[in-house]
């Protein structure tokens, strides 16, 4: 069952079409990668479906409801969260001050004290740095902070956008795994990301974005194997 659709979805910057009407689905349960080259339009599609930016035209469905012109602030109730490119931590708060405003949508402290230590399992070098302001982290712990204040609005879908860039190959391989996991602990997962080998060795499905559409979809593994993919992507 589809948790998300997009369909014939078009965004603008101005006179610029970036995204030409483009469909695709997320099911329940699964880790869906969109790749692509810098400028194909898959930021701005991330953005567009979690209320950032506005659409043209399409229409954006959430567990059977339009979503298309919901403010992203009331998305977050709904249970999308997103983890933005280039982590975009609160530099001058702490680590918990951080994860606390990821949980501003709900109500009940003890489900959220309960969620902070799931946070702090997950995670645990958040929690040895707990009161330290997030912008002296290293740019892999500011991105499992990234993650962990998204998990702590206690998502059903997260929109994850290029969480390995900058990182050391170390960093990369450990945020991967925490993806897996995140995922197999019941969060669907819609993963844009630079590094295609990776995103497609975790995901279900994926989509090959260019210019502003989809020129290729399927499986995972299969568009692994696929020749125009490996040529574009893959190579080392």
């Known amino acids: 069952m ?6 014939d979805l078009e965004v603008c910057y101005g006179v610029i079409q970036a995204i030409k009407g483009i469909s695709f689905e997320v099911n329940q349960g699964e880790i869906i990668a969109l790749i692509g080259a810098n400028g194909a339009g898959k930021t701005t599609t991330l953005q567009t479906i979690t209320g950032l930016i506005p659409s043209k035209a399409g229409t954006i469905t959430y567990e059977g409801n339009n979503i298309t012109k919901i403010p992203g602030y009331k998305l977050v109730g709904m249970g999308i969260a997103h983890v933005p490119e280039g ?16 949980a501003y949508t709900r109500n009940d402290k003890n489900e959220m004290e309960a969620t ?9 070098r958040l929690e040895e740095r707990k009161n330290q302001m997030a912008g002296t982290l290293s740019g892999g712990e500011q991105q499992m902070l990234a993650m962990g204040r998204a998990l702590m609005s206690h998502p059903k879908l997260i929109v994850m956008d290029e969480p390995s860039m900058g990182l050391s190959p170390l960093y990369v391989n450990e945020i991967f795994d925490i993806i897996r996991k995140i995922n197999a602990d019941g969060v669907t997962v819609l993963l844009v990301e630079q590094n295609a080998k990776k995103a497609l060795s975790i995901a279900n499905r994926a989509y090959v974005l260019e210019t502003g559409k989809i020129v290729l979809s399927g499986d995972a593994k299969e568009l692994m194997n696929d020749d125009s993919v490996k040529k574009a992507y893959l190579s080392e």
């Open 87 to 102: 982590r975009r931590v609160f530099a001058e708060l702490s680590v918990l001050q951080n994860l606390k405003l990821g």
């Open 2 to 7: 589809a948790i998300l659709e997009v369909k």
């Open 116 to 124: 902070l230590k799931e946070i702090y399992a997950r995670f645990p």
